[in-house]
Every structure is written in C-alpha cells, then in structure tokens.
C-alpha cells in the first residue's frame, strides 16, 4: 500500500505504529518513531501512511474518541509549525506536511461515516458517485444521475421527488403551497427517523468487522465471504445513509431551512 | 524622568519640561533599564485594525503594547501626505483628513486583496479615490494628493510607523512580526497583508486570525477545558469563531463573519442622517465638500461614543458660511437607526453554531471583542444570542494585539507562560476547483483545521497537450462564478502524450497562516510541472519586490541613523524649552546652585549633539531633564494656578492619561 521513499538513506522509512520502529533519527541517531524521535524530539520526515497507521491503531471500526481526540493534541504539540518555527527550513517543511496529514487523519477517523468510508476505500471499495455535486451536475446536463435507491425506499422516493419537482416549480412562479410544504416537512421528519435507525445498524456492522479483525490477529484465516459479507453489509448502510443525507439536502434547499 | 503613556500610568509628582501632552516616549529606556538590551532580537504581535493599529510583545509573563511617540496605544488607521509631501501616520494624520481629504485616507483595510468591481459599493460611502489610470485587471491604487498607492503600500506605512515604535521602546532593531487579520479573510486579503509586512520591512510569521488572537490573551491564565464564542466587531469587519479551549491547546471549532461589517458602516449611517438634515432643514447639499463631509464624520463619532454611555446626546457641526447644524438624538433613535446593521451579525452567528454543532447552552463563556461592542446594543444581541452575560474585562481595542504578542511569544520559542500554549485555527471558506460546467468541486471544506492539503488527479482532453489551466476559488456556492477567485493556475511542461493519459497529481497546501500553495507532478514520469500563478487580485512577487526597494529610505531606514536624528529632535525641543523656561519668573525662584547645574548641563548637550554619539545625546538629555525638574514643577504650578482659578485638578481634566474609554475620543484629545 504505501510506498517508501528514504530521503536520508539510512534505514528504511517506516510506515506503521511506533511500537516497531526500526529506523533511526536523523538528527540524534536514537531508534525513532514514526513522527517525532523519542530521544530528541525532532520531526521526522512524512512517509504516506493510512489514518489508522498515523495514530498506530488497529483497522477496527470501534475506536475510543476520547483517546483519539487525547493523542492528536499530543501529536499536535509536537508536529505543528507554529511549535517548529524555529527549526531548519527542511524540518518546518516535515512539519507543515505531516500536520496536515495529521489533520486529515483525525478529522476522517473522528466521524463515525467518514471513518467507515475510509476503511471501506482502504479495502478497495469504489464509491458511487453520491455526491452533491453530481447531483447538480445531473439535474443540470438532464441526464439520470447514476445511484442506487434503496429498494424499501422505492416508492418513497418516488413521490418525495415528484413533491420536489413541484415545489420547485412553485418557487419559480413565485407560488405558495402550504399544504405541499407541509408534506415536505413530514417527508423530512420521516427521513431523519429513518437515519437515526442506522446508528445502531452501523453500530452492529462495525463489531462484525471488529470481530474478524480480532480473529485475523490472534491468527485464524479469514475467508473471503466472511470478509466481503462484513464489507457490503456496512457499504449498504453506508451509501444509504448517504443517499438520504442528499434527499435531505434537497428539501432543506426548496424549505430554505 | 517620567515616562509616560501605555499600560503605566503617567506618575504623579514628576514633569518633563518639554510640555504639551502627557509626556513624550523616551528610547532611553536603553539607560534605565539596561534589561531591555537584547541580543536576541523580539518577535512583536500587530493588530492591524480598520480604525485603529497597535504593537505588542510579551514582556516576561504578560502581553504589554508599545505605546507611540505621543504615548498613546493606539495608532489610528489613517495615512496622510503633508504639505511636503512626506507621510504622515496615526494621530498626527486626522487632521488631514478635515483639513485636505484629498491627501488623506482612512479604513485601508477595506480595499486590501480587492478588486475595482468588488469596491463599487465601498467607493458610494467611503471617500476613496482610484488612480485615473488604472487599467482593468490591475491592483486597485488609491490617489493621495498627486500621488498613487496600493492598499498594501498605504498599510505598510502603518506597519512601518508600529514598526518604529517597537524599535524606539526597545532600543534595538525589530524585524519579524505575527499580524492579525480578521478570521474570515479570504486567500487574497490575506496575502496582501503579508505583502504590506514584507513592504514595511518586516518578516511576517504568522498570519493570526484576530478572535483566536483575542481567545489567547484571555487564555493566558486559564488550563481547564471551555468552550468559548467570540463575537469581535470592529471598525470595518465582523468575525465570531466558537473555540475549544484544552489544558492550553485553542481549537477552533468553527468560524464565520463577514468583512465588511462594522463600526464605519454604523458611523455612515449618521453620516446619511445628518445630510438629509441638513438638505432638508437648510436646503444645503454639502455632500460633494468633501471637508465639510469629514466634518460631520468626526462629530458624528463623537455622537456615537457619547451614546454608549449616555441617553442622549447633540450633534454640533458647523457649516461651511457660518451656518450651524444642531441635533439631539436619543440612544433610543440611535438604536433604531443603527439595529438593522447589528443584526447583519445573528447571520454568521448562527451558521457558525451550526457547523459547530452547539447550541448556547453548551457554549462556556462568550467574549466581546473590538471597539464596536462598547454599544449598549452589541452587548444585548450578544447576551441574548448566547444566553449569558459576555466578559469584556480586557480592553476591547487592546485585546487583539496582546493576542498576537502570545502567539509572537509562542512561535520565538515559547516561555513559562506559553509553554503549553498552542493554537489550532481553520480555514473560513471552503476551497474548490471549478469544473467543467462552471461547477464547484470543494476539495477543502470549511472550518477544516489548518494546515490541511489535498491532492487532485487531473488530466489532458486534447492529444499533445502541454498545460492544464486550474481555476482555484473560495466559497459556499455552487457556481463558480458566485465563488471568489482566487487564482488561475497553467500547469505547463506536461510531456506530450495521447489524450487522457497524463496523470497530474496536484497538491492544494493551506498552510498555517491559511494561504494557498499549489505543488504538481505528472505522475507517470515523476517530473514536477511548472506552475504559473496568476492570482486574481494580488502583487505578483516582483512588484512586492519593487515596492521594498522603493520605498526604502537608507538613511531613514538605517536604525542607528534614525536613533541619531530622533535624539536630535529630542534634544532641540528641550533646549528650546529651556530658552523660555530661562525668561520664565520661576527661573529665579531656583538656587545659584541648581541655575550653574543647568547651565553647565545645557553646554553639555549643545556640546555633543552635532556629533553621531547616539548614547552621549541620549545621557546629555536626561541628565538636563533631570535638573530642570525642579523648574518644569515650578512653571507647571505657576501655569496651572493661573489658568485654572478654582478648580481642582481633576474636574480640569489635567493630566490625563491614555485611559479613556473611547479611541476615537482619545485621539482627538492629542490635537
């Protein structure tokens, strides 16, 4: 996954916990973690590693966001330009980049959907276009945006979308509606009942992939169908979730909320 | 010796007897306090306001400001060209602007990182003046007098005067500094405030958004965890951020404003109100005097600063032809007047809370910040929108600044009190691509915690194409063209290749000061390609350059030089005090002994000021200063018996020191 480049040339650049640090510190020569030597506290230079390896965790979904939130302020005190700002011109550089993977990292891991998506991309998912820029990209060009409808949904959507075209239409000419408007209001009651659902179903997916994870580590192999029945099964909440967070964008957009 | 002004009161019981004023800043603090002598050289924080600027630096524990040479904190924005064409900085600039508006101007900041199309609206109620020449496209210049500069260049000489401050205070030479901005500058008012630095010699740091400045000073003491709004209105911008304060560490958490919002629009407001009067009770349209338009901008401060205190106040102007303006306004005709402009900021407020994520009760503490939030009004909207009493106990003009000397403190390395200090600020605006279609793709969101970096794929639609051109914009919207542009990118030295093939790999850095930076690559042969920015409305690099050279004046420039002249002029105001004080009958009521100390003292200093010995002038002041004290006491007495004939000193406003409540009141008194 991560290719290594070795500026320094002097061991090889790691890219995994600080736990199993191999290399040594530029500047010290001491055994080095990954982001900061534990001798002298220098930076060291970025290497492209995942979230999870940035902060030398696990690839389980269940994650303690207290500790998380404790190690990127620790990180954060160490890494941060402003903290370097008087180190040499290559070591501010390290610093500016390795703090903004840090930021990615933590701002990706702390949101439970990013961080499932993240895992998700980390296995070779490909995502389906949900975003909303293609959802104006398609109402603009006309063409039919490429997303799946949940089934159990179907018929829902289909006259939620009607009553947006609608309200739409009102808004043009300048119309008020509010019975239609009242309708769109339940629909958007419905749907965050509808999201508020998933929390616990995302909430169960992720201890089925923790689970085999736990299995892996202790050394049992893991097959194929138990992998990919873990992965899609958290994929459907996930892009059902994401497909009624942009339903929602959208009555938010003809409500004015 | 009394060294007056700034956070230490002018003491009692000691006069200078160069008067006029509370006593002038002396540079000699090189002589009393031999600490001030450093070799390494201080980092100092500047707020650069709408209305007002200050300089600031740690000083041990606690963030100090720097006061100016008239022993006043704060700077006024305003620059003007005098009779010889020489610029003018701060106080001693106001009266130009009532006196010859044509040479003078006020609330720069308003135009820094703008366009002529963006100012239109500015150019109705401010008296700017563009350049006759200025070519679509180019960097606004502004007219002073028969001359031209761009809002960089006029901020640069108030950067240049706080600069000179710092550098008399201490004693020594300054050259790197951390400025704050406000939080919800975009890419390009940022830049140009780091080019206005660069332009007044100073190497800028870091850029600081100014509520996290002021979340420091306020911090300083603090280690527990709090959540905290800011809600800062100045003279020309709005910003509230919401922050989460942790063992040292300031998160910002969200952040939302706008810049141009704030006490001038309050102040046009009047303005508008007074003309109409005036066409209407006197049938004068005195809108195109442009003196007589200064004129009632001035009294209508002072109605507007009295108000904060008061219930009622008059507006007392006079006319061009002996004509008289009078009008009483109530705080209750005021609030009505001047509520549709406070409430532009329930806006802001309110996304921000939601991007946070909080609602009031979750919010610890609220902190009122800038000089506009002395209105008895901003106080309630902030009250009710955050359902608690907000702290001002900082001054809210000074707040800023001491913010920005932490930071300044912070990034030298940091002492006993800043030790755990860190901030972590974000950016504003979300930053996109715009795509075909003229979409936007956001590839930074907003109030993602800086420095943050992403990195696109892009690719050719043309078999054999050498370059790619990038539009980078800032905004919420959806269309580019609703966003702000923030530059065009021409990705050049791609190696011919068939169409789709190339894989260009572009890095998009917010680095800490939340300035853009492109890098690229083709992927496929590793090779980095050339970027040319064109940035929408910026200095390119070699006319920031230009400006430097420019506008460097050797001898000026020169700190010892400069020390020399000032020493100079110190000592030639105290000899000519001395000729009047000699004609003074207090002059006799001195001992023979005390009058031979003081003629030999005179000989002295008259002795060695034509020579360029900084240190012997500065010891041949001081030590003359110290014998005439006793003749400055006895003039002063004399002076203040005669003029005052039953009143006691305080109802006569006598030495007065910089603690007014009011800037704008403040200055004025300095006239």
Not at chain 2, 110 to 127: A, H, N, S, T, W
Request: proline share 5%; aromatic share 4%.
């Amino acid at each position: 996954m991560a290719t290594n480049e070795n500026p320094d040339k002097s061991g090889v650049l790691i890219d995994a916990p600080s736990g199993t640090a191999t290399a040594q510190c530029w500047s010290c020569g001491a055994m080095r973690g990954a982001h900061y030597c534990q001798e002298c506290g220098k930076v060291q230079p970025p290497a492209p590693v995942d979230y999870f390896a940035f902060f030398g965790l696990p690839y389980k979904l269940n994650l303690d966001t207290a500790l998380l939130e404790r190690d990127f302020y620790a990180l954060s005190r160490r890494l941060h330009p402003d903290i370097n700002a008087r180190a040499h011109s290559r070591e501010q550089e390290w610093s500016l980049e390795k703090t903004s993977q840090l930021n990615d990292a933590y701002r990706t891991l702390k949101d439970p959907v990013s961080r499932t998506e993240y895992l998700l991309r980390l296995q070779g998912v490909q995502f389906e276009e949900q975003s909303k820029a293609a959802t104006e990209e398609a109402r603009r060009s006309g063409t039919a945006k490429k997303q799946a409808v949940p089934s159990d949904l179907l018929e829902e959507v289909f006259e939620l979308n009607m009553r947006l075209e609608e309200a739409r239409l009102n808004k043009k000419t300048g119309e008020d509606d509010p019975s239609l408007e009242q309708d769109l209001r339940n629909a958007r009651q419905n749907l965050v009942g509808k999201q508020n659902d998933m929390v616990s179903a995302l909430q169960s997916s992720w201890n089925q992939w923790d689970t085999l994870v736990d299995r892996a580590a202790s050394g049992t192999r893991i097959g194929d169908e138990d992998r990919d029945a873990a992965i899609n099964r958290m994929l459907s909440i996930v892009n059902r979730r994401n497909y009624l967070r942009n339903l929602l964008r959208e009555i938010d957009e003809v409500l004015e909320r | 010796m009394n060294r007056a002004g700034g956070k230490t009161a002018a003491r009692e019981g000691t006069r200078s007897l160069v008067l006029g004023g509370p006593g002038r800043n002396r540079g000699n603090a090189a002589l009393s306090a031999p600490h001030r002598q450093m070799t390494t050289e201080r980092i100092i924080g500047i707020d650069l306001g709408t209305t007002n600027s200050l300089v600031a630096y740690m000083e041990n524990d606690r963030p100090v400001v720097i006061p100016g040479e008239d022993g006043l904190n704060l700077v006024p924005s305003v620059v003007a060209l005098d009779e010889h064409d020489q610029i003018i900085v701060g106080n001693r600039a106001r009266k130009y602007l009532i006196e010859t508006p044509e040479r003078a101007i006020y609330s720069v900041k308003r135009l820094m990182g703008r366009g002529v199309e963006d100012i239109q609206d500015e150019l109705k109620l401010f008296p700017f003046r563009l350049a006759d020449d200025l070519a679509p496209g180019e960097v606004l210049r502004i007219k002073l007098g028969n001359k031209t500069y761009t809002p960089p260049e006029i901020s640069a000489f108030i950067l240049r005067q706080l600069k000179r401050n710092a550098e008399r205070y201490f004693g020594a030479p300054v050259s790197r500094a951390v400025i704050t901005v406000p939080a919800y500058f975009n890419d390009a008012q940022r830049q140009a405030t780091k080019d206005a630095g660069r332009i007044a010699g100073l190497e800028v740091l870091r850029l600081v958004n100014e509520p996290t400045a002021a979340s420091l000073a306020y911090g300083l003491d603090k280690r527990e965890t709090a959540t905290v709004a800011v809600y800062d209105l100045g003279g020309g911008t709005f910003d509230i951020s919401i922050l989460k304060l942790h063992e040292g560490i300031f998160e910002v958490i969200a952040t939302n404003g706008d810049t141009h919002l704030g006490g001038d629009d309050i102040d046009n407001l009047l303005i508008a109100v007074a003309l109409d009067d005036i066409q209407g009770d006197l049938g004068m349209d005195v809108r195109r005097s442009a003196e007589t338009v200064q004129t009632i901008r001035k009294a209508v401060i002072e109605a507007k600063v009295a108000l904060s205190s008061q219930d009622e106040t008059v507006l007392d102007i006079d006319l061009p032809d002996g004509k008289g303006y009078r009008r009483r306004i109530t705080r209750q005709q005021y609030e009505q007047l001047i509520s549709p402009v406070i409430d532009r900021t329930v806006g802001p407020v309110r996304q921000a809370m939601k991007d946070a994520g909080l609602i009031p009760a979750q919010i610890d503490e609220a902190v009122l910040v800038g000089g506009s939030t002395r209105i008895p009004l901003v106080h309630k909207l902030v009250e009710n929108q955050f359902e608690r009493t907000p702290h001002a106990e900082l001054n809210p003009d000074e707040v800023v600044a001491l913010g920005a000397a932490v930071q300044a403190n912070i990034l030298g390395g940091g002492s006993e009190a800043t030790k755990e200090m860190l901030l972590l600020d974000v950016t504003p605006l979300s930053l996109g691509i715009e795509s075909l279609g003229g979409g936007v793709v956001k590839i930074i969101h907003r109030n993602s915690t800086i420095p943050e970096s992403a990195t696109e794929h892009f690719t050719t639609g043309v078999e054999g194409q050498t370059s790619v051109a990038i539009h980078v914009v800032q905004g919420e919207r959806e269309l580019a063209q609703d966003c702000r542009s923030l530059a065009r990118f021409d990705l050049k030295g791609i190696p011919p290749m068939p169409a789709g093939l190339p894989r260009i790999e572009v890095k998009f850095l917010l680095d800490a000061n939340g300035i853009l930076h492109v890098t690229a690559r083709e992927a496929r042969s590793g090779k980095e390609a050339e970027i040319e920015v064109q940035p929408s409305y910026g200095l390119t690099d070699e006319q920031v350059e230009s400006m430097i050279l420019e506008s460097f004046d050797y001898a000026e420039e020169d700190f010892q030089k400069r020390q020399v002249i000032e020493a100079r002029n110190e000592a030639d105001a105290i000899l000519a005090a001395l000729q009047k004080g000699r004609k003074d009958p207090a002059w006799q009521q001195l001992t023979v002994r005390e009058r031979d100390d003081v003629d030999k003292l005179e000989n002295a200093l008259k002795a060695v000021v034509p020579h360029d010995d900084y240190r012997a002038i500065r010891s041949a002041i001081d030590a003359l200063n110290q014998a005439t004290m006793h003749l400055a006491e006895l003039m002063m007495d004399s002076a203040v018996g005669t003029v005052l004939k039953g009143k006691t000193l305080e109802t006569a406003d006598v030495g007065r020191g910089p603690a007014s409540p009011h800037p704008i009141a403040k200055a004025e008194i300095q006239n």
